[in-house]
């Protein structure tokens, strides 16, 4: 055990005699020093020799960690309260292919969020919930607690007052995770138990930690922000080409359309069919679209037709022989991507397929692998001791996958590995892009595991058109954010299954701020473009409208994630921590700290029953911006639920930079700047950009072309006059843009309306020509401003009484 930094404490028990196997280095690497540790167990040492106790504190750290040695626990506390974090006195069993540990919570004290991937009906972690962590292609992920396509053995745990810490034990292996309220029970079938404790105190904090360990959020380009549409059953190319008509005639944004397996020779990755898609048409519809600054987008699976192989040694191997699988091609084999020349393949094969459709991104599908067909055990991995609850019916671990006996490079077994596959190949597919375009890669993954988010984004797969599937996408898109991997979306209006005019409207309206936003549909369904019906195409233009409007603050928010962790879409107590009412709210998000997000999850609603946090909150939707609720504690609402568009408010606090909508990012980055500042009571807030060509390989690099200025408001009473000043701080300004491109307009929310009138004053100049609003709503707005991003500037609003 050792205190690796003042906010992380490792703790690991294996077995000293014999090597086990463990999380690669590659994927997480990690300090291997232990100069703080103490052995227990090591060759000439016996528990008669040991203490019976020991203790490691730092005055620096807020982490005490004990141990105990007859009978062995061990327990780590905050020492600062005196609050246990972790405690495992009750039991620990340490095989070869089992392992188990429980560590006791304090009953009613203690609100869990994380573990994954599961659907589950709320975001808090309820007692006698169980999480089986192994990578899964369910047909479908609408089925409640069943092990999905990922495995995140991380949980944050929130105390009363606000202290947040996490734990993660690094395991790949197959596990069951039983709460009980007043414990959790780690049930393993290999590995060893290599838990990090990560302090906090803030919930923010813990995933700063937490992904300073296991990787930064890869940072995405800018253009992956804008709405995608994507259908499996697009019939040939002229059937994309009047899904993108269909949009621009309907004016709904477009930034990107997707091809599933559509596109594919009989299934095969890296071909085109040559009768729907042939690359005589297929690469002209392409051009266009890059001409128009729109992107496409193809799927690829982790399986290659066993006709269409190398002559290499670059596959999985079971018994000496290649796999042979059965996928969407037939028999298949399946790389393996912890091999380098398996890697190099993936990468050649990507670059020469790119010389024929220069595709903007990759759509990795398939990777937990899955697998059509059914295996016979080979040896006793095939079948452990101990079965895990797969699927829900403790189904065999062979079941819809590659064995477990299964071998990789190096005599890796796939029982050991499996849960790292896709984030291997989404690793090896990130690569590929890198080195082939020189940008910034987009890659989307299905599979995953903590460290992915540094490689790719995630959606949260197969969904169905039903309205708990809506409600309960907010609960994965939340814990995604806690694992690491902030941009991640659910298939809007649902994958399978037809949907209605009024679900699918609702979906748009939630939709439109899930951090990855793109439609996606099963080729039974009906068509549901979102420019099909009336309804749905009006709510996507308010919808899309607003979202296009604050992709200067969602693309801040992407830089804040990559270089601290932060989710996109937070749940409220990450910006309300003390307010243990917002522990259990999962019908409504924020986007970064005061974006608050009310969706309506239920059919025929006309209100919504919304809870606000103290303070001022703002309505974003209402052209005068009206103070909607303020609050010296936080209370629920009920809200008007109009049948165009979602709740959506701004906190008192903040400073929002937004531009003008359009139908591309692109054209919409060409506008001037506006900024929404949000006043709190005392007259205050802040806000921040960031601005960079979106396609950069690093964002915000030592010595990159980027631009972040940080915008801060305050307010001052002195004899009767009112002083409301914002002041811009140019952090940094090596984006040549940023020069040229201005802020136009600034709108204050909340200000005081003046019973004598006014004065504006920019950098301490009269403004006399400059076009102001004071609304009776508390809204003012002054326009026909000029402020070049990149120099900074100080508005007063000044006002007599």
């Given at each position: 055990?050792?205190?690796?930094?003042?906010?992380?404490?490792?703790?690991?028990?294996?077995?000293?005699?014999?090597?086990?196997?463990?999380?690669?280095?590659?994927?997480?690497?990690?300090?291997?020093?232990?100069?703080?540790?103490?052995?227990?167990?090591?060759?000439?040492?016996?528990?008669?020799?040991?203490?019976?106790?020991?203790?490691?504190?730092?005055?620096?750290?807020?982490?005490?960690?004990?141990?105990?040695?007859?009978?062995?626990?061990f327990?780590?506390?905050?020492?600062?309260?005196?609050?246990?974090?972790?405690?495992?006195?009750?039991?620990?069993?340490?095989?070869?292919?089992?392992?188990?540990v429980?560590?006791?919570?304090?009953?009613?004290?203690?609100?869990?969020?994380?573990?994954?991937?599961?659907?589950?009906?709320?975001?808090?972690?309820?007692?006698?919930?169980?999480?089986?962590?192994?990578?899964?292609?369910?047909?479908?992920?609408?089925?409640?607690?069943?092990?999905?396509?990922?495995?995140?053995?991380?949980?944050?745990?929130?105390?009363?007052?606000?202290?947040?810490?996490?734990?993660?034990?690094?395991?790949?292996?197959?596990?069951?995770?039983?709460?009980?309220?007043s414990y959790i029970?780690?049930?393993?079938?290999?590995?060893?138990?290599?838990?990090?404790?990560?302090?906090?105190?803030?919930?923010?904090?813990?995933?700063?930690?937490?992904?300073?360990?296991?990787?930064?959020?890869?940072?995405?380009?800018?253009?992956?922000?804008?709405?995608?549409?994507?259908?499996?059953?697009?019939?040939?190319?002229?059937?994309?080409e009047?899904?993108?008509?269909?949009?621009?005639?309907?004016?709904?944004?477009?930034?990107?359309?997707?091809?599933?397996?559509?596109?594919?020779?009989?299934?095969?990755?890296?071909?085109?069919?040559?009768?729907?898609?042939?690359v005589?048409?297929?690469?002209?519809?392409?051009?266009?679209?890059?001409?128009?600054?729109q992107?496409?987008v193809?799927?690829?699976?982790?399986?290659?037709?066993?006709?269409?192989?190398?002559?290499?040694d670059i596959?999985?191997?079971?018994?000496?022989?290649?796999?042979?699988?059965?996928?969407?091609?037939?028999?298949?084999?399946?790389?393996?991507?912890?091999?380098?020349?398996?890697?190099?393949?993936?990468?050649?094969?990507?670059?020469?397929?790119?010389?024929?459709?220069?595709?903007?991104?990759?759509?990795?599908?398939?990777?937990?692998?899955?697998?059509?067909g059914?295996?016979?055990?080979?040896?006793?991995?095939?079948?452990?001791?101990?079965?895990?609850?797969?699927?829900?019916?403790?189904?065999?671990?062979?079941?819809?996958?590659?064995?477990?006996?299964?071998?990789?490079?190096?005599?890796?077994?796939?029982?050991?590995?499996?849960?790292?596959?896709?984030?291997?190949?989404?690793r090896?597919t990130?690569?590929?892009?890198?080195?082939?375009?020189?940008?910034?890669?987009?890659?989307?993954?299905?599979?995953?595991?903590?460290?992915?988010?540094?490689?790719?984004?995630?959606?949260?797969?197969d969904?169905?058109?039903?309205?708990?599937?809506?409600?309960?996408?907010?609960?994965?898109?939340?814990?995604?954010?806690?694992?690491?991997?902030?941009?991640?979306?659910?298939d809007?209006?649902?994958?399978?299954?037809?949907?209605?005019?009024?679900?699918?409207?609702?979906?748009?309206?939630?939709?439109?701020?899930?951090?990855?936003?793109?439609?996606?549909?099963?080729?039974?369904?009906?068509?549901?473009?979102?420019?099909?019906?009336?309804?749905?195409?009006?709510?996507?233009?308010?919808?899309?409208?607003?979202?296009?409007?604050?992709?200067?603050?969602?693309?801040?928010?992407?830089?804040?994630?990559?270089?601290?962790?932060?989710?996109?879409?937070?749940?409220?107590?990450?910006?309300?921590?003390?307010?243990?009412?917002?522990?259990?709210?999962?019908?409504?998000?924020?986007?970064?700290?005061?974006?608050?997000?009310?969706?309506?999850?239920?059919?025929?609603?006309?209100?919504?029953?919304?809870?606000f946090?103290?303070?001022?909150?703002?309505?974003?939707?209402?052209?005068?911006?009206?103070?909607?609720?303020?609050?010296?504690?936080?209370?629920?609402?009920?809200?008007?639920?109009?049948?165009?568009?979602?709740?959506?408010?701004?906190?008192?606090?903040?400073?929002?930079?937004l531009?003008?909508?359009?139908?591309?990012?692109?054209?919409?980055?060409?506008?001037?700047?506006?900024?929404?500042?949000?006043?709190?009571?005392?007259?205050?807030?802040?806000?921040?950009?960031?601005?960079?060509?979106?396609?950069?390989?690093?964002?915000?690099?030592?010595?990159?072309?980027?631009?972040?200025?940080?915008?801060?408001?305050?307010?001052?009473?002195?004899?009767?006059?009112?002083?409301?000043?914002?002041?811009?701080?140019?952090?940094q300004?090596?984006?040549?843009?940023?020069?040229?491109?201005?802020?136009?307009?600034?709108?204050?929310?909340?200000?005081q309306?003046?019973?004598?009138?006014?004065?504006?004053?920019?950098?301490?100049?009269?403004?006399?020509?400059?076009?102001?609003?004071?609304?009776?709503?508390?809204?003012?707005?002054?326009?026909?401003?000029?402020?070049?991003?990149?120099?900074?500037?100080?508005?007063?609003?000044?006002?007599?009484?």
């Amino acid at each position: 055990y050792s205190l690796e930094t003042d906010s992380r404490l490792h703790v690991r028990i294996t077995d000293a005699d014999h090597p086990r196997w463990e999380v690669p280095q590659d994927i997480i690497p990690r300090p291997t020093s232990v100069s703080e540790d103490v052995l227990l167990g090591s060759p000439g040492m016996d528990n008669a020799t040991l203490p019976s106790s020991a203790t490691i504190s730092k005055v620096s750290s807020d982490l005490t960690f004990s141990i105990h040695t007859n009978p062995f626990h061990f327990t780590v506390s905050r020492r600062s309260t005196g609050d246990i974090l972790f405690d495992t006195s009750a039991t620990l069993i340490f095989k070869d292919r089992y392992l188990e540990v429980t560590t006791a919570l304090p009953a009613g004290r203690a609100s869990l969020y994380g573990f994954g991937e599961h659907t589950k009906r709320t975001f808090r972690l309820q007692p006698n919930d169980t999480f089986t962590l192994w990578n899964e292609d369910l047909e479908r992920s609408d089925l409640l607690d069943r092990n999905l396509y990922g495995s995140h053995p991380f949980y944050m745990d929130v105390r009363p007052g606000g202290n947040a810490h996490g734990v993660l034990l690094l395991n790949s292996n197959g596990m069951d995770i039983l709460y009980g309220g007043s414990y959790i029970t780690y049930k393993v079938i290999g590995g060893v138990l290599d838990f990090y404790f990560f302090a906090g105190p803030s919930p923010l904090a813990v995933v700063d930690q937490y992904t300073q360990f296991i990787g930064r959020p890869a940072p995405m380009p800018y253009w992956s922000f804008g709405f995608h549409q994507c259908r499996y059953g697009y019939k040939n190319v002229a059937d994309l080409e009047e899904v993108v008509a269909g949009y621009a005639k309907a004016k709904i944004p477009l930034e990107g359309v997707w091809s599933d397996i559509d596109y594919m020779d009989h299934g095969q990755d890296f071909t085109l069919d040559p009768i729907n898609f042939p690359v005589n048409r297929l690469r002209p519809f392409v051009d266009r679209l890059h001409s128009n600054g729109q992107k496409y987008v193809v799927i690829i699976d982790p399986e290659i037709k066993r006709q269409a192989t190398p002559n290499e040694d670059i596959f999985l191997k079971r018994n000496g022989t290649n796999v042979v699988g059965r996928v969407w091609p037939g028999e298949v084999y399946f790389p393996d991507f912890i091999n380098p020349r398996a890697v190099e393949y993936w990468a050649q094969k990507i670059s020469e397929f790119r010389r024929t459709i220069p595709v903007d991104g990759l759509w990795c599908d398939m990777n937990e692998p899955s697998n059509f067909g059914a295996w016979q055990p080979l040896n006793a991995l095939d079948d452990p001791p101990y079965h895990i609850n797969n699927s829900g019916t403790h189904r065999p671990l062979n079941n819809q996958t590659v064995p477990v006996s299964t071998v990789h490079y190096n005599g890796v077994s796939e029982y050991n590995a499996h849960n790292l596959f896709g984030l291997f190949e989404a690793r090896a597919t990130h690569a590929a892009l890198l080195k082939d375009t020189a940008r910034r890669p987009f890659v989307l993954t299905r599979s995953t595991f903590p460290g992915a988010g540094r490689y790719a984004a995630h959606w949260t797969g197969d969904n169905s058109a039903r309205w708990d599937e809506l409600a309960n996408s907010i609960n994965t898109m939340l814990s995604f954010g806690l694992f690491g991997i902030p941009m991640v979306g659910a298939d809007l209006c649902g994958f399978r299954g037809n949907t209605s005019q009024e679900l699918c409207s609702r979906w748009i309206q939630l939709g439109a701020f899930y951090p990855f936003a793109r439609a996606h549909t099963e080729r039974t369904t009906e068509r549901r473009e979102l420019y099909v019906w009336e309804s749905t195409a009006q709510s996507a233009r308010k919808a899309f409208g607003t979202r296009y409007r604050m992709l200067p603050y969602i693309y801040t928010l992407m830089y804040e994630a990559h270089t601290t962790g932060a989710p996109i879409a937070r749940p409220l107590f990450f910006s309300y921590p003390r307010d243990a009412d917002t522990y259990g709210v999962d019908k409504q998000f924020l986007l970064g700290r005061g974006v608050l997000v009310s969706p309506v999850l239920q059919p025929g609603a006309t209100t919504v029953d919304a809870y606000f946090p103290a303070g001022r909150w703002f309505s974003l939707y209402d052209h005068n911006y009206p103070l909607t609720v303020a609050t010296r504690t936080g209370k629920r609402v009920t809200l008007q639920a109009p049948v165009d568009s979602a709740n959506v408010h701004l906190a008192g606090g903040n400073i929002l930079p937004l531009q003008q909508p359009a139908l591309t990012t692109s054209a919409a980055r060409q506008g001037e700047f506006h900024l929404l500042v949000a006043l709190t009571e005392n007259g205050t807030a802040s806000g921040e950009l960031f601005l960079d060509d979106g396609e950069s390989m690093e964002m915000g690099g030592v010595g990159g072309k980027w631009t972040l200025v940080k915008f801060s408001c305050s307010t001052a009473e002195s004899k009767g006059i009112i002083t409301t000043t914002v002041s811009s701080h140019v952090v940094q300004n090596s984006y040549a843009p940023s020069r040229a491109q201005v802020i136009g307009n600034v709108v204050f929310m909340g200000l005081q309306s003046p019973a004598k009138g006014f004065t504006i004053y920019v950098n301490n100049v009269e403004l006399k020509a400059a076009r102001t609003k004071s609304r009776t709503t508390g809204a003012f707005s002054v326009s026909g401003l000029s402020l070049a991003i990149g120099k900074e500037f100080q508005i007063k609003v000044v006002m007599s009484h």
